[in-house]
């Protein structure tokens, strides 16, 4: 588990192909590797990634198709910039919100611009994803856990403070770049709870629709 506060910006240094996956190499800068073991999870760009050699300056991590297929990992390349932070301990402060590290899908970036000192962003999230995305409820993008501070359909309104900024990738983006997304884990268990006994049947006679609610009481007419 993670808060979704970035402890550091890193960098890829090194992309291998592995029999059809991909073992990466990420340089961690001013991340504290100290506390870090082999097998310790490390956040990268919001993805859970599992340290599995440490040469001193960084980690080397194995990367899955399912994970290439899912995340916009598969967009990285040598040189490019990572959001990275270690595992929640017990003693951590949760500055965030939870955050298990499992991207739900790859978002894009609509538009930026300055507003005061802060700057303005629009994202569209998959369409699947929209109903898990309120005002004011937190997101993470590319693993940093954030506050929508506005929603239309799939598109979400962020503001973001200098600190952040200057603290994560979030300086680099553009209209086009590719980011993950993790919708809160409180609306996507919400969800299954909703459905009740329905959730054993199969996904397409078990989704969660407006119908749904209304049967079983859940909307007022």
């Known amino acids: 588990m993670f808060t979704g506060i970035i402890e550091a ?9 592995r029999g059809g996956d991909v073992r990466l190499y990420v340089k961690t800068g001013k991340l ?4 870090v073991k082999l097998g310790d999870s490390i956040a990268v760009n919001g993805v859970c990634l599992t340290a599995v050699e ?13 994970t290439i ?8 390349k040598s040189g490019s910039r990572v959001n990275l932070e270690k595992a929640l ?3 951590s402060r ?11 899908g790859v978002g894009k970036v609509l538009s930026l611009h300055e507003d005061a000192r802060s700057w303005h962003f629009r994202i569209e999230a998959p369409a699947n994803l929209a109903r898990y995305i309120a005002e004011k409820g937190s997101i993470t993008v590319d693993g940093t856990s954030l506050t929508v501070n506005a929603v239309s359909g799939a598109v979400f309104d962020l503001n973001i403070v200098p600190h ?18 993790e919708v809160d884990l409180i609306a996507r268990y919400l969800e299954r709870l909703l459905l009740g006994d329905k959730a054993a049947e199969p996904a397409a006679d078990s989704a ?5 609610l209304a049967e079983n009481g859940y909307l007022k007419s």
């Open 208 to 212: 969660l629709s407006m119908a749904f």
């Open 89 to 91: 301990t017990p003693s």
């Open 94 to 104: 949760l500055g965030g919100h939870l955050v298990s590290g499992h991207v739900d």
């Open 9 to 17: 910006v890193g960098q890829i240094q090194s992309l291998q192909p």
């Open 32 to 35: 504290d590797l100290a506390d």
């Open 54 to 66: 440490l040469p001193g300056d960084g980690f080397w991590a194995d990367v899955s198709q399912e």
């Open 69 to 76: 297929r899912r995340t916009a990992l598969s967009s990285l």
């Open 164 to 181: 952040t900024m200057q603290e994560t990738v979030m300086g680099q983006y553009q209209p086009g770049s590719a980011v993950n997304l």
